[in-house]
T-cell receptor
Framework: DAGVIQSPRHEVTEMGQEVTLRCKPI?????LFWYRQTMMRGLELLIY????????DSGMPEDRFSAKMPNASFSTLKIQPSEPRDSAVYFC?????????????FGDGTRLSIL | KNEVEQSPQNLTAQEGEFITINCSYS?????LHWLQQHPGGGIVSLFM???GKKKHGRLIATINIQEKHSSLHITASHPRDSAVYIC????????????FGKGTKLSVKP
């Protein structure tokens, strides 16, 4: 069974460029989460979707960040324009039902470096 | 504002020892999540609990809602248990906030 698939695994780009991170959740899962991890701030929840609808985006840092889930099998996290402080590891996770006791399955993460 | 504190920050143990990692929080929560992050960076969800105790293999998680405290125990620890263990609390209901602790780095020596 395929787990949560994230792409790319690594991304290095110059500041000001648009960055798009991709996530394919586990088939059948109806909740999808985007997290960011940095040394300074640790893990943070950015946004989560339930049945493709954004439920809580209070963790999205600012308007430069946007996330979409056009269908149950695909989500994107976009940063435009990117800045060096956006450098982090971005994780996507999916589960059967939000935070209602079901375990979340994490992707391997995308390591993003903005120069 | 909910604060999440984990202790200890770092822990070194000998193989076979019983391990306890603690997580305390400051306001009422609806659920608490334990995560394991391997040295390579991969994250595994271990437990999500809102009361009582859960067990999976050598791992046991407990939560005391009144004392606002949770513990993660590892019995018969093994070097492959070496990882960072992260506690996260959910408050404000299922549409509320998820706050992470800074993690406990565990090293189990053979």
């Amino acid at each position: 069974d395929a787990g949560v698939i994230q792409s790319p695994r690594h991304e290095v780009t110059e500041m000001g460029q648009e960055v798009t991170l991709r996530c394919k959740p586990i088939s059948g899962h109806n909740s999808l989460f985007w997290y960011r991890q940095t040394m300074m701030r640790g893990l943070e929840l950015l946004i989560y979707f339930n049945n493709n609808v954004p439920i809580d985006d209070s963790g999205m840092p600012e308007d430069r960040f946007s996330a979409k889930m056009p269908n149950a099998s695909f989500s994107t996290l976009k940063i435009q324009p990117s800045e060096p402080r956006d450098s982090a590891v971005y994780f996507c996770a999916s589960s059967f039902s939000g935070f209602d006791g079901q375990p979340q399955h994490f992707g391997d993460g995308t390591r993003l470096s903005i120069l | 504002k909910n604060e999440v504190e984990q202790s200890p920050q770092n822990l070194t143990a000998q193989e076979g020892e019983f391990i306890t990692i603690n997580c305390s929080y400051s306001v009422g929560i609806s659920a608490l999540h334990w995560l394991q992050q391997h040295p390579g960076g991969g994250i595994v969800s271990l437990f999500m609990l809102s009361s009582g105790k859960k067990k999976h293999g050598r791992l046991i998680a407990t939560i005391n809602i009144q004392e606002k405290h949770s513990s993660l125990h590892i019995t018969a620890s093994h070097p492959r248990d070496s990882a960072v263990y992260i506690c996260a609390v959910l408050y404000g209901g299922s549409q509320g906030n998820l706050i992470f602790g800074k993690g406990t780095k565990l090293s189990v020596k053979p």
